[in-house]
């Protein structure tokens, strides 16, 4: 009897932590065009403040290079001409979240020189700006770097150098669609694929320098081309190349 008790307190408190967190914010991406309520476009290629997004990426980014199909939000890398075009979107100004699960499941893109994401930069970026701001890099791809998923974070003690980071082995990830996300609490960031714990960030000290990570922050997603880290080589074979996105959820 005293066994039966004991299983049904770690049952119920279990079940009492899995319905402690809600869902707060999602995006299906059901609808036939992106919804600006929640996002927004970023456009061009960052000039003049910012070419190439400060990575020397060569993609311009448009309003064009996405569509809808069976709930998914797909954005799509091109060629045209002499020029590489491709989207990104962010929640900056309209959705913004400290703390939680924030999650994405998506079917990457393949070839040498794309650079998938799903990351997020802290709201107070144009006050305090990068790095200071803080980066978190829920999921990087690149596609010179095949069956690799990273998983970073970009503060004012790293001046931005990737040092608070893990690169993981995946061996299937191109295939099908798996699930990116963080545990994000007030002491520590958990990074997850699928249900691997892949990284937790967790300083011993905790500053505005080595923790701005106790702010709201927005996400983007985006299928940047080339650059420092995605290329600089870029095989122009692969295009059209596309990134599938089922969704975006939000607990807390």
């Not at 008790?5 to 770690?10: H, P, T």
């Not at 650079?115 to 890099?137: C, Q, R, S, Y």
């Not at 600089?232 to 074979?237: A, K, L, M, T, Y």
Request: hydrophobic fraction near 35%.
């Amino acid at each position: 009897m005293k066994k039966v008790f004991v299983l049904l307190m770690i049952t119920s408190f279990s079940f009492a932590q899995e319905v402690k967190r809600k869902l707060v914010w999602e995006d299906n991406f059901n609808k036939k065009e992106v919804d600006e309520t929640f996002w927004n476009f970023e456009l061009g290629d960052g000039c003049p403040n910012l070419c190439g997004y400060g990575n020397n990426e060569r993609q311009i980014y448009t309003k064009t290079n996405h569509e809808f199909k069976d709930g998914n939000l797909i954005i799509e890398a091109r060629k045209e001409g002499t020029k590489y075009t491709s989207t990104k979107i962010t929640t900056k100004g309209k959705k913004e979240f400290k703390y939680g699960r924030i999650e994405a499941r998506a079917k990457l893109p393949i070839g040498h020189g794309l650079w998938p994401a799903f990351w997020m930069l802290g709201a107070n970026i144009d006050e305090v700006k990068w790095p200071k701001t803080g980066e978190i890099d829920i999921l990087e791809y690149i596609g010179r770097d095949p069956h690799m998923v990273y998983t970073t974070l970009h503060t004012q003690d790293s001046h931005g150098n990737t040092i608070n980071t893990k690169r993981t082995s995946f061996p299937t990830i191109e295939e099908g669609y798996h699930v990116y996300a963080i545990e994000w609490t007030k002491d520590k960031i958990d990074f997850f694929v699928d249900q691997t714990l892949v990284y937790t960030f967790n300083p011993e000290v905790k500053n505005e320098d080595t923790w701005p990570f106790d702010k709201p922050f927005y996400i983007i997603l985006n299928l940047a081309i080339g650059g420092n880290f995605g290329g600089p080589e870029v095989d122009d074979n692969v295009f059209p190349q596309k990134f599938y996105i089922d969704y975006v959820r939000v607990y807390q």
